[in-house]
């Protein structure tokens, strides 16, 4: 299996070059102060300890936002996370306005994605009426395999300013928060949208982070082929390498700016 682990003296390169991204990003726009969701999950605690690096407690503003299907241990760890890091926070619940839109449009009630998807688009929402007040950047957390394959909501999730730990792959995100000394608790904890009760990102995904971080990186980031990843990546198909290629193409359009047509000749 490739080895996607960092050592330590590139993961200190990377700390230092995720916490200038988000100082430069900042400065770019004007502006010191950025909001972020925590979730307690390992993404956003990630970027909430490089953004408190980059930018000082005092200009970043977490917000917890539990709803009808937030693990309490989850709210209760992003809270955890806020306090560690001394940063001012609120907690919003969003099931109210999620309960709104579904009396507006109650043909969705039991559609458990579209559902899901719309409490990823109102924390979006409420991540931007404060940067708007606050004069702030919205900070993502969203990372290369997630990227890669498209597993976030369309403007929910990804309805952001930037993404700081972009260009790491799902395991490397754990090896950095690891290396800042976030507690292995967080580390460890599975991946989980919590989009829906019970759901984890490798279940719905059908493939674990670890084969999939070594199949995008050896067949859509690297040039091996179809064949050769199978071969290279320990228990893989090649009809596993291909479904997660599909995903890959399916999911262009949610990492480009949507189209318009071209002028008439
Ligand atoms: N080819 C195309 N060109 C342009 N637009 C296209 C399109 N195909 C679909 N669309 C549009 O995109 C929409 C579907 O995209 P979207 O609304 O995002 O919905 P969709 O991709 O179906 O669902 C989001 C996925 O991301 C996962 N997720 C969400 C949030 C957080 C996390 C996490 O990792 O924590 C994971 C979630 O569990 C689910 O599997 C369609 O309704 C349509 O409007
Ligand atoms: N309950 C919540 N409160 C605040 N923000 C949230 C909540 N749920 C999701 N988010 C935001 O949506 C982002 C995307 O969720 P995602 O699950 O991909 O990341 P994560 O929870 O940080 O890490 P993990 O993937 O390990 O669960 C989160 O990082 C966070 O910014
Ligand atoms: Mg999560």
Same mark, same amino acid.
């Given at each position: 299996? #490739?080895?996607?682990?960092?050592?330590?003296? *590139?993961?200190?390169?990377?700390?230092?070059?995720?916490?200038?991204?988000? &100082?430069?990003?900042?400065?770019?726009?004007?502006?010191?102060? =950025?909001? $972020?969701?925590?979730?307690?999950? #390992?993404?956003?605690?990630?970027?909430?300890?490089? =953004?408190? *690096?980059?930018?000082?407690?005092?200009?970043? !503003?977490?917000?917890?936002?539990?709803?009808?299907?937030? &693990? +309490?241990?989850?709210?209760?760890?992003?809270?955890?996370?806020?306090? *560690?890091?001394?940063?001012?926070?609120?907690?919003?619940?969003?099931?109210?306005?999620?309960?709104?839109?579904?009396?507006?449009?109650?043909?969705?009630?039991?559609?458990?994605?579209?559902? @899901?998807?719309?409490? =990823? /688009?109102?924390?979006?929402?409420?991540?931007?009426?404060?940067?708007? !007040?606050?004069? =702030?950047?919205?900070?993502?957390?969203?990372? /290369?395999? +997630?990227?890669?394959?498209?597993?976030?909501?369309?403007? @929910?999730? @990804?309805?952001?300013?930037? !993404? %700081?730990?972009?260009?790491?792959?799902?395991?490397?995100?754990?090896?950095?928060?690891?290396?800042?000394?976030? %507690?292995?608790? $967080?580390?460890?904890?599975?991946?989980?949208? @919590?989009?829906?009760?019970?759901?984890?990102?490798? +279940?719905?995904?059908?493939?674990?982070?670890?084969?999939?971080?070594?199949?995008?990186?050896?067949?859509?980031?690297?040039?091996?082929?179809?064949?050769?990843?199978? /071969?290279?990546?320990?228990?893989?198909?090649?009809?596993?390498?291909? /479904?997660?290629?599909?995903?890959?193409?399916?999911?262009?359009?949610?990492?480009?700016?949507?189209?318009?047509?071209? %002028?008439?000749?």
């Amino acid at each position: 299996m #490739i080895d996607l682990r960092l050592s330590e003296s *590139e993961l200190e390169a990377h700390r230092e070059h995720l916490v200038q991204f988000i &100082r430069d990003t900042a400065a770019d726009a004007g502006t010191e102060q =950025a909001v $972020l969701g925590l979730s307690g999950g #390992i993404d956003s605690t990630l970027t909430a300890y490089l =953004a408190v *690096e980059a930018l000082g407690e005092e200009n970043l !503003h977490g917000l917890v936002m539990p709803g009808a299907v937030s &693990r +309490e241990e989850n709210m209760t760890d992003a809270e955890w996370v806020a306090q *560690e890091l001394e940063i001012p926070y609120d907690v919003f619940e969003i099931n109210p306005i999620v309960d709104k839109l579904l009396d507006a449009y109650s043909e969705a009630e039991d559609d458990q994605l579209a559902v @899901g998807n719309a409490r =990823a /688009r109102t924390r979006a929402v409420l991540n931007y009426l404060v940067a708007n !007040h606050e004069g =702030a950047l919205v900070l993502g957390t969203g990372n /290369r395999s +997630e990227a890669l394959v498209g597993y976030f909501t369309k403007y @929910g999730d @990804g309805a952001v300013d930037c !993404h %700081p730990v972009g260009n790491l792959y799902k395991q490397q995100v754990r090896q950095l928060a690891a290396h800042l000394g976030v %507690p292995d608790e $967080l580390v460890e904890k599975q991946p989980t949208a @919590g989009l829906w009760a019970g759901q984890t990102d490798e +279940e719905e995904m059908g493939i674990d982070y670890d084969t999939l971080d070594a199949i995008l990186a050896l067949h859509i980031d690297g040039p091996l082929s179809v064949s050769a990843t199978a /071969r290279q990546v320990d228990g893989v198909t090649e009809e596993e390498v291909r /479904r997660v290629s599909e995903m890959h193409a399916r999911s262009e359009h949610k990492r480009r700016v949507p189209p318009s047509p071209d %002028p008439l000749d």
